[in-house]
């Protein structure tokens, strides 16, 4: 998961979330139907399905926590763009901008003072910007990771919370280089009708709660719980104390060790919270957490309520996913095609990779702590390596991006070169002096490719080979004289065998 710095701003207690580090993952032209232009501070035109999606998964996460739904509220949705424009625009956060911000407007300010905010910088635009879908913001707002205070998440979980607007900008800062994307988001929270009481509220609002999906949860991060002491008074929800509460986490073996246990009464969301951490949790286990001694307008209370962490959700992902079960697998992809990687707990997917290709292009996005989502641009048998510690997995394209899967094909229409396949060793090649053609090594007679190459050649002939991916050799008959040969060895088990067969 991405690093994340969090500034408390403002009498209202609205948190920040600063993303620190890259943010991949949809097109431009499907999150927009207008770019932003922030050399021209236009914010753009969100698509409808971007909004929908973001309701859609605000919704589904208060669905978990027995909270009234939101409606979405289109009158301010110029205020979370013009914010979300002056964030991409200054490459920068805050809930108050200053008049000579880039791109400064009033509602801008206004949309920033009442938000949750968000900001990442870069996302590389040079070839194919890829750009987070506009849900993964939600997840981050909720898990809140290395956000102590957890405001993102409390506004979120609030009862009393009826509206909901998104806005997302994501185009080269001012002054920025023209191929880095900053992106600003905006979760408009706060609307002034923080008194009206909710249709329905639960006598509390536990995360995590009852069958919990993992791309909602960050093992080792916090969990929390509030109390609804009033459903029809905002404002009487501080009467609850906390000073003398325990938590308990009781799994099958016993009791698991709870710790970090605080609290906080700002008015983010509902103005009473408790907070601790949990060692040893499993994902698929049952857990009880029953608290005791709160105290809520000086009666005692105790609560009890189950947790079990489940597979996280994808369905919200219309591409394939593969889930990796070891780390020496290799996933068949197609080159120019978005999927996804599910990593179970506690493996998280790195962002670090190595190529086979110096010409490839790899980019990943953020979809939840465990899934993130992949785009490659490449030739079939070019790899991406995914470290895992001392373990690795592969992705190895097996298809162009219009759906040849024979290499050899493939090779020839990209290289414009004969292109011979080489699955077995000790294979002799044989072309004129001259020539220039390429050798693909199958999968099948070397599963990690090339290890090394060296070659020896006859006397007075001179040959070149060179790599051009981890499965493909380059070669040229410089000079030599019919019968003439270069035996090129890859690694230690595996060689082939080059001879000039005439002139040309």
């Not at 999606?53 to 009158?75: F, G």
């Not at 307008?297 to 947790?307: L, N, S």
């Not at 294979?427 to 220039?436: C, S, V």
Request: aromatic share 10%; hydrophobic share 40%; net charge negative.
């Amino acid at each position: 998961m991405k690093k994340q710095l969090v500034v408390a701003l403002g009498l209202v207690g609205l948190l920040v979330m600063l993303v620190v580090g890259p943010l991949y993952a949809e097109s431009p032209e499907t999150v927009y139907t207008e770019l932003p232009d922030v050399a021209n501070c236009e914010a753009g035109v969100l698509a409808e399905a971007e909004k929908e999606a973001v309701l859609a998964i605000v919704n589904r996460i208060r669905d978990l926590h027995n909270l009234d739904p939101v409606i979405y509220a289109e009158e301010y949705d110029r205020e979370v763009a013009e914010s979300s424009l002056i964030i991409a625009a200054n490459n920068e956060i805050t809930h108050y901008p200053p008049p000579d911000s880039a791109c400064y407007s009033e509602e801008g300010a206004r949309g920033a003072a009442t938000s949750n905010l968000a900001w990442s910088y870069p996302t590389d635009g040079l070839v194919r910007p890829l750009l987070a879908p506009s849900a993964t913001d939600v997840r981050n707002w909720l898990i809140d990771p290395d956000v102590p205070d957890l405001g993102h998440r409390r506004w979120l979980l609030n009862p009393f919370l009826r509206a909901i607007a998104y806005g997302r900008v994501d185009a080269p800062p001012v002054d920025g280089a023209a191929d880095q994307y900053a992106h600003g988001a905006a979760l408009k929270v706060s609307n002034g009708d923080i008194a009206r009481p909710p249709a329905n509220a639960p006598d509390f609002v536990a995360y995590p709660y009852g069958e919990y999906p993992l791309d909602l949860f960050q093992f080792g991060w916090y969990w929390s719980f509030s109390v609804v002491a009033d459903a029809t008074d905002y404002w009487a929800n501080e009467e609850v104390d906390f000073s003398g509460a325990s938590v308990r986490v009781r799994g099958i073996a016993g009791d698991l060790r709870v710790h970090s246990l605080s609290t906080q009464d700002s008015a983010v969301g509902l103005p009473n919270l408790l907070q601790w951490q949990v060692d040893s949790v499993e994902m698929g286990r049952s857990y009880q957490v029953i608290i005791d001694g709160v105290r809520i307008k000086e009666q005692r209370r105790r609560f009890t309520y189950a947790v079990r962490l489940v597979k996280p959700d994808w369905d919200d992902l219309a591409i394939p996913v593969h889930t990796i079960e070891r780390f020496d697998e290799v996933f068949e992809i197609r080159a120019g095609q978005e999927f996804a990687l599910y990593a179970p707990p506690p493996t998280e997917i790195p962002r670090q990779y190595t190529i086979s290709r110096r010409q490839m292009i790899v980019q990943i996005a953020e979809h939840s702590p465990y899934v993130k989502i992949f785009w490659v641009q490449g030739t079939i048998g070019d790899e991406v390596m995914l470290p895992f510690d001392d373990q690795g997995v592969t992705l190895r394209i097996v298809e162009t991006s219009d759906g040849v899967r024979n290499p050899l094909l493939a090779l020839r229409r990209e290289l414009q070169m004969p292109v011979y396949n080489m699955a077995r060793t000790d294979t002799t090649f044989r072309a004129t002096q001259g020539t220039r053609f390429a050798v693909y090594v199958s999968p099948t007679l070397a599963e990690r490719g090339i290890q090394r190459v060296e070659w020896t050649q006859s006397r007075r002939s001179q040959f070149n080979v060179e790599f051009y991916s981890a499965r493909v050799l380059l070669v040229e008959i410089v000079s030599g004289a019919p019968g003439d040969t270069a035996t090129v060895q890859l690694g230690p088990d595996h060689s082939f065998i080059v001879q000039v067969r005439g002139n040309p």
